[in-house]
C-alpha cells in the first residue's frame, strides 16, 4: 500500500546521496577496493536514504544496487538509488551483485559490526573476491557533514532548547530521576523524537542519555561517557534511577535530541538550592575549557592538540583527579563525533592523531566528576568551520537554579 | 564510590546463576566444548547478573571467571559470581583464562552478536584452541524459563496492564500517534521501565513497540513483526508516527513491558466509535486462535503442530490472505520466545521443527492486517506448563471502544 498524500516524511534529496557515493567511491578506487557492501542500519541510511532490511552494493564507479527484502515497496519510496531490485534471500546477494557488476577481487564489508556468522557466511558466498574492511573508510566520510546534515542538526538542537527549557519547571524537592526522564522524554516525543539512540560500538547502548543526580551522577557505569548512574536494575545499569533529587546538589541532564535521524548530545546542570563552592568552581572550569576550545580550535589543528588545551586547563584549576571521572572510572576523551550513531569519529584523546577538518561535528563534554557529591559540567554539539567552531545546541550556560 | 545504603536495586540471585551456569556446562560437555566466553550484554546479564563491561568464562566445570574492564567495583557489587577481576585491555582476557584453566582445545563464542573484526582477534589471541558457536546452545538454555524469571515476567505484566488501563483515558478524536505513544511511555517510566528493548538480531530493532491506527497499522516496514507504521521519519521507519488518530478504525497497542531485563510483549485493539464489520469478525478470529493455542497446546508438541493449529483456523475463517500481514510483507510466524530480549527461541513458523517445554515462554500473537484499512489482533505473553499455556499478560480481551 502506499501512504496517504497528507503524510509528509522528508526523504534524503538524491543529490545529497549520490554526493555521498561519490565521495566514498573514490576511497575506494584509492584503496583498491572494487565495491562495497553496506547493510548496517546507520550507514544504509547514510547512503541510500532507506532503513529497510536491504543491502546496498556499491561500485567504485557508476550506479550503486540495492537489494531489498522488506519493505520493498518502502524502500523505494524512501531511497532515489535508481537501481533497487526485491531479494527473497541472503543466498541472492551475491548473485545479484556478480551478475551486474565486473572485476570483484576486493570487496569492502563493515566488519566492525557485522557479526561473525554472517561475515563467514559471506566469505565463502563472495569466493573467490577477497573481503576486506571499509568500516574507517565509511566512518572518516560521515565525519565530514554536508550543510544539509548540519541543518539536521540545527532542528534536533531546537528540540533540545525545547526539552531543556522544561526542566525548571518540573523540578521539585522530591522528584525522582526517573519521574524528571519520563516527563522530558514526553517533551521529545511530542516533538517527533525517534526515541532510539542509536551506537555503533559493540554493547555500547543508551536510552537517550543520562538524567542524573547528586552522588548517582558521580556512580560509575559500563558505559563509555563520564557519568553512568545506577539505572532502574543491574539490567540496564545506567542513567536515570529511583533516588529522589534532593536540594543543594548537582542534577545533571545529558541528553540527545534527533531529527530526521541526526542526534546532538547536550548536558546542563540544574540545582534546587545552592551548590557546594567546589563544585560551582568545578562548573566554572569546565565552561571555561568550553569556551576556550570555541576560540582557539581551527581546522589543520590535531585532535591530541585540542585534547591538551582541555587537559591543561583542569590540570591547572587543580582538579585533575576529577576530570572525565575518577580513579579507575576516569574516561580518556573530551570530545566525540556525532551525527547518525552517537558515536562517530573522530574521538578526541590525548592520542588521537587526527587532523581536524572543516564540517567535523563533535559533541565537546568537559566534566568533573565527585565521588559521593556528583558531577558537574557542560556539553554541547559544535561544527567546526573554516573559521572555528560553531556551537549548533544552545541554552544558557551557567547552572539553572529553581 | 559505593552504593547509599538506602539504594536497593534486585540483583540475580547466586543460586540462580549457578544453575543456569551448571546447566549450560552440561550441555558444553555433551558437545566436546571446554569452555565458553561469554560478552553480549543479554548473555553476560543472564549468566553473571551484571552488565558492566566485562568478559565471562564458563569453563565445562568448575567455578567461572568474570573479568571485568568498566566498572569493576559495580560488577563486584552486581555479580554473585566468586571469581571476578579487573582488566584493562582485551589482550588481558586470554592470558587469564590460559593462566586460569588448562585442555582448552575449543572455546565457545557467540559468533551470532560478535563482530567479524573482534571475531578474528579472538581468533589468533586464543590460538592453538579452535573457537566454536556456541549461541544456540545459550539461547536453548535461555527458552526454558525458571521460577525466578516468571515471577520477573509476571512484574512486567503487571507494568503493562497499568499502561493498558490508561489507554481509554488519553484516546480522543485528533490527538496523533506519537502524542498517545508519549503519555503511555511516560506511564511506563515512572513504573521502573528502562526504556530499551533489547534485541538479538543483527539490524533488528524496536522502540517499546508499535502504537499504531487505522491505514498506519497496515503500513509495512524492516521490522520482524506483523506489523510497522511510517516511525516519525525514515531514519526510524516504524511505529508511532505524525498520523491523528481519527474515529471508527483500529488503534493497534503493541508494547512491550520490563521488569528487571525481562520483557512481555503485549497488543490489544482500542477504537474511538465503531469499527467495520469485517474487521470486528478478523479480530474475533484471532481472539478464537489465541484461546485455540491456550487450550490445546501441551508439552511434547512440534512447534510447526502450534503454528498450524492457528493457520487453520486462520484459512477456516476466509482471512487467509491477511493472517499475520499480506502480499510479500507477511511474516512467517505465529508466535516468539520472549525473556531478556524480545526475539528468543522458538520461532513459531510452519517449518519450526522443535520440541516444546515446559517452561517456555512465547509471545503469541495471531493478527489479521489489510491493506488501508488497519491491523486487529492480539497479542499475550505466555508460559508452557506441564499441563499446557497460563497467560502472564493479562488485560480484557475484546476491542476497547471509547
Partial sequence: MSLPSCVILNYTPKQELFNR??????LLIKNCINGALIVQKADLFYFSGTCQNAHLFIPDEGEPLLMVKKSFERA???????????VQSLEEIPKNIFSQFKRLDKIGIEMDVLPANIYIKYKSAFQPSELVDVSMLIREIRSIKSTYELDKLKKAANLNFAMFSKVSSILKEGIREIDLAAQLEAVYRVGGHQGAIRMRAFNQEVYYGHILSGWNSAYPSFFGGPTGGTGVSPAYPQSAGFKTINKNEPIKVDYVGVCDGYMVDQARIFCIGNLPEKLIKAHEIAIKIKNHIIKETRPGMNGKDLYNMAYNIAVDSGNKDYFMGYTEDKINF????????????????QSTDVTLKPGMVFAVEPSFIFPNEGAVGVEDTMVLTATGFEQITYFDDPITYS
Fill in 76 to 86: 523505494q519510496a524512501e531511497s532515489s538509488i535508481n537501481n533497487i531490485i526485491p
Fill in 21 to 26: 557515493i561519490h565521495k566514498f567511491q573514490k
Fill in 334 to 349: 573530551i570530545a566525540h563525533g556525532i551525527g547518525v550513531e552517537l558515536d562517530e569519529l573522530p574521538l578526541i584523546t
